[in-house]
């Protein structure tokens, strides 16, 4: 067992979890963020993509214990004050989400995208979301929505 | 208020807590004392069980309990049942094959599970799981569908001994034939359709929590129709009555028809929570996923196209192969017949259809509905036909199906094979897709694609599929043995709120919103004083779920019908508060009238006085406003449209790119644009997956060889385009909305208009045939094999 240290969503946790434990079952099980999905086993659909130290990273990619002094963003500390994140906003404005299940993974991914890359084109948006299966979608209106989001961003909105 | 009714684009209710990360799935759910359930599978197609030593699991860290197939017989568990008899040709039943929920002595295909280890986690289950030593005694087997009925073939199960599970047949053959004797030309073509993996990115799960205070199961289950499932495991695999069971479909991420079904692992977690007096969880895997939730489609078939001198069709015959699996899924005899075969008419004037299917067992991971079901296979086949057809005879593509279509002045129209279309309006879906494509501009785009090297080819499909499923009487003439009404109920509050109860499941269609606009179109409310709620078989009377674009059509139309109800029960109450006849009073926008008058009641109004029947007609009417209706349709629903595609290849690394998609699809009435435009995408997308990338492949021995999304080739953002999505409607005449259904057009309508633009790219160089998934490596060596020919000619 080891003892690690986490800031998620901006709250700091210590947790004694196996050195085998990955990062997302730390964020699911031992803090019960449930946001942040499993969909595969081989680090392919990014549905449990969160940020860390600012940077969006597949959570199931990574042990828990190298997360050891890292700030890390999940879906749910995205939106603050109970107002959407513009990128949220913008999933639900332009209907970038069904069922919802992929939905955490792609607004973390894109949010990352949109702080590297402000204005991204379609081109841009769908190679950045290469990391993230959706089946639901056909990615049509999520590309919408990522840029549409990032729009948002830009704005400060 | 604004507008929230038909044809409003509300933005989505449900949407906010999955933009949250708030969202409830059931690998999300933690319950007091809970166990974790690991199933051990086999990994041979075809195996006996010699020996099974569960030793070593049993007494490994964590471990509660491990379950055999022993523990299952001991305790009676019914196998799992198949929802669908066929008939032979002969009229004899079908082979129906026990399906154990753990194997019983025999394996039979790869992912077949053997055994359930419970431990108090995960971790710990995993681990005892590879301790339980089973000794098998390896099987021949049959991995390919091609292989099943060769004479010789390794037998999946003694009762089939030449692995056919039915050998059916639908149409008239001497009709068929007599047309055929006088054709002028006769079109061949043999297909595969690709057998694929449905992939809804949320994996199954489940979790059984029997309470023996109350001698009362629980089960939380990633499904689509958790009345069904109750059904099933009350009449045939648990045994226990309805009322000792509640099956709970939580949100659930995404299903395509492979969460329809009833599976084992949902059963075995259930029992398993009474015989460990405990819950037992169980969460597959996405390698799990793909040997065990049904697969769909694998289909080999010849047709022939039968037509007179101008082109016009005069029959077509089609011989299907239609792979099972190792075992009858819920529905998996159904899909390869009657959602299939019936279809074969398309959008078409076809005066004589005979088709037989010949459905077989392999030692595959069992194969069912995925989105579409059947029809993606028949628009597949018959596109594909056709467009060899126009080429054969040298016809233009488009002519040729503008001069077969069946007219709008031809509904109702009864097919060859069975079904009666009520209505559609084929030339002007066909129209709205080549204006949207931009038909004109098509040769200076091919110019622009051949000045980059690039192949440029243009693909067009016309389809129809049979949704709305389904009039109970009819399905179960078919051999259906259950009723596919829907019910709902709406419960009005004191206050003139609403909460609707509806039997069909959403897992991202998002019913919250478009039943939240059925209840704002009938009783001019916003959607904001509507909540549903579904997927609950202790909070629903009933239902029978959502599948085959049935939810809008069958689940809409009870809402409408209870909806009616809670209006005229409201008329009664208006009128004795207004002193006036029934008949005289009017509903309109939320407000009863006396007809003429300017003497009005609001719903609210309304609402209150039946809760508070102070001033109530006690004598005559209860108090109280809650109202619920069954509806059975009359028919099936008959969407339809056309599907066009521009594809570039390069002709050096034989890759495909998918560049414009321009459809147009009637889907009747619509409801929600948006959702609308949305399930039209997402179905797109999995029938470019099919067209282009997807293909559960297993090898001559059973063998899975793609088994994880490393191997098996999800389409991804980068890989599609935009698409062009537009609507013609012609509404549905038969139920009360008019709706006809979306879900699965994409599916079905695009596959061929791929394959088709990928063949008409590929003729200049003498390519004329392209198999599913057109993969880069398929379609080099097409390029090279008629290069070769060419320069051997």
């Known amino acids: ?69 890292a700030e890390i963003t999940t879906i749910e500390g995205l939106a603050q004050g109970g107002e959407l994140h513009p990128m949220q906003a913008a999933f639900r404005e332009h209907h970038g989400l069904q069922c919802g299940f992929c ?34 979608t056909g990615y049509h209106n999520i590309v919408k929505a990522v840029r549409a989001g990032a729009a948002g961003m830009r704005g400060g909105k | 208020m604004t ?66 197939g022993e523990d299952i017989a001991a305790d009676g568990l019914g196998g799992l049942p198949c ?140 499904s689509q129709n958790p009345h069904v499932i109750r059904l099933l495991m009350g ?39 009474r015989k460990v007096g405990r819950p037992v969880k169980w969460t597959s895997d996405r390698s799990e996923a793909f040997m065990s939730d049904a697969h769909g489609r694998d289909h080999i078939s010849h047709a022939k196209l039968a037509l007179d001198a101008s082109g016009k069709f005069l029959a077509l015959k089609v011989s299907t192969q239609a792979n099972l699996g190792a075992y009858l899924s819920t529905f998996g005899s159904s899909v390869p017949t009657y959602l299939y075969a019936t279809l074969l008419s398309g959008p078409y004037d076809l005066a004589a259809i005979y088709a037989e299917v010949k459905a077989a067992f392999t030692n595959t991971v069992p194969v069912d509905a995925y989105r579409g079901a059947g029809r993606p296979e028949a628009a597949y086949l018959l596109e594909r036909l056709v467009d060899k057809a126009a ?63 690039k192949l440029r080819g243009f693909g067009i499909s016309t389809y129809i599929e049979a949704c709305g499923i389904a009039p109970s009487a009819i399905a179960g003439a078919l051999g259906a043995r259950a009723g596919l009404y829907e019910a709902a109920n709406v419960r009005v509050n004191p206050t003139g709120s609403v909460t609707v109860f509806t039997g069909t499941h959403s897992h991202g269609q998002g019913h919250e919103t478009t039943f939240a606009q059925i209840v704002a179109e009938k009783l001019g409310m916003s959607v904001d004083n509507v909540d549903v709620v579904h997927g609950d078989t202790d909070r629903i009377l009933f239902g029978m779920g959502t599948y085959g674009s049935r939810s809008a059509a069958v689940g809409g139309s009870a809402l409408m019908k209870a909806l009616d109800k809670v209006i005229d029960k409201g008329k009664k109450i208006a009128a004795h508060l207004l002193e006036a006849s029934v008949g005289d009073i009017e509903f309109k926008d939320g407000t009863y009238r006396v007809a003429g008058t300017d003497r009005v009641k609001a719903f609210g109004e309304v609402a209150f006085t039946a809760y508070v029947p102070h001033n109530y007609p006690i004598e005559t009417l209860e108090p109280g406003l809650e109202e619920s209706a069954y509806y059975d349709p009359k028919n099936f629903t008959f969407p339809g449209g056309c599907h066009l595609v521009e594809v570039e290849v390069d002709p050096d690394t034989g890759v495909v790119e998918v560049v414009d998609v321009s459809i147009a699809d009637d889907v009747g009435t619509i409801i929600n644009p948006m959702i609308v435009d949305g399930q039209a995408h997402g179905g797109l997308a999995q029938g470019i997956g099919q067209a282009l990338y997807e293909e559960v492949r297993y090898d001559g021995e059973g063998q899975l060889t793609n088994g994880s999304y490393m191997d098996y080739c999800m389409p991804r953002a980068a890989d599609l385009p935009s698409f062009k999505v537009g ?67």
């Not at chain 2, 087997?141 to 599970?165: K, Q, S, Y």
């Not at chain 2, 009709?175 to 694929?196: I, P, S």
């Open chain 2, 83 to 222: 929802g669908w008899l066929i008939k032979n040709k002969d009229g004899s039943n079908m082979v129906e094959p026990a399906h154990p929920a753990l194997a019983q002595g025999k394996v039979r295909h790869v992912g077949d599970p053997v055994a359930m280890v419970v431990a108090t986690s995960k971790v710990a289950a995993r681990a005892a799981a590879a301790l339980v030593d089973i000794t098998y005694d390896v099987l021949p087997a049959i991995g390919l569908l091609a292989d099943a009925t060769r004479p010789g073939a390794p037998v999946v199960h003694d009762e089939a001994p030449n692995n056919l599970c039915y050998d059916w047949h639908i149409g008239d053959e001497a009709q068929a034939d007599a047309a055929f004797a006088k054709a002028a030309h006769v079109v061949e073509l043999d297909l595969t359709n690709n057998r694929l993996a449905p992939n809804a990115i949320e994996p199954r799960s489940a979790i059984g929590d029997y309470s023996a205070a109350n001698d009362h199961y629980t089960l939380y289950t990633t």
């Open chain 1, 1 to 69: 067992m080891a003892t690690i240290k986490l800031k998620v969503n901006r709250q700091a946790h210590t947790l004694e979890c196996a050195s085998t434990t990955l990062l997302v079952e730390a964020l699911r099980e031992h803090l019960r963020l449930t946001g942040t999905h499993v969909g595969c086993d081989t680090s392919q659909c990014g549905a449990c993509t969160v940020h860390v130290d600012g940077k969006s990273v597949k959570s199931c990619t990574m042990l828990a214990v190298e997360a050891d002094g």
């Open chain 2, 391 to 453: 080429r054969q005879i040298g016809m233009d593509r488009i002519e040729i199906r503008r001069k077969n279509f069946i007219r709008t002045d031809q509904f109702p129209y009864q097919t060859a094979v069975a079904l009666q279309y009520d209505i559609g309006d084929y030339h002007a879906t066909l129209d709205l897709a080549l204006a949207s494509n931009d038909r004109a501009g098509y040769d200076k785009r091919k110019a622009a694609s051949a000045a980059k090297g």
């Open chain 2, 3 to 68: 507008n929230e009714g038909f044809g409003a684009a509300v933005r989505r209710k449900e949407d906010r807590r999955f933009l949250l990360g708030k969202g409830n799935y059931v690998d999300d759910m933690v319950l007091p004392n809970q166990t974790y359930a690991v199933f051990v599978r086999s990994m041979y197609a075809h195996a006996k069980i010699a020996k099974i030593d569960s030793s070593a699991a049993r007494e490994a860290p964590g471990v509660v309990a491990v379950f055999t």
């Open chain 2, 235 to 273: 009449a045939f695999t648990l045994h226990v009555p309805e009322h000792k069971l509640r099956v709970v479909a939580p949100d659930v991420g995404g299903g395509f028809g492979s969460k329809i079904f009833h599976y084992a692992e949902e059963l075995l977690v259930t029992w398993g929570s």
């Open chain 2, 727 to 793: 609507n013609h409607v012609t509404a549905c005449t038969h139920n009360p909305i008019g709706v006809k259904g979306v879900g699965e057009c994409g599916a079905i309508g695009v596959p061929p208009a791929v394959i088709n633009a990928v063949i008409d790219a590929l003729i200049p160089l003498g390519v004329t045939d392209m198999s599913m998934p057109a993969t880069p490596e398929k379609v080099w060596r097409a390029i090279q094999a008629a290069k070769t020919a060419k320069k051997g000619a």
């Open chain 1, 103 to 136: 939905t955490p993974g792609m607004i973390m991914s894109a949010t990352d995208l949109c702080k590297r890359t402000p204005d991204p084109s379609e081109h841009e948006v769908r190679h950045w979301l290469e990391g993230n299966l959706c089946r639901c």
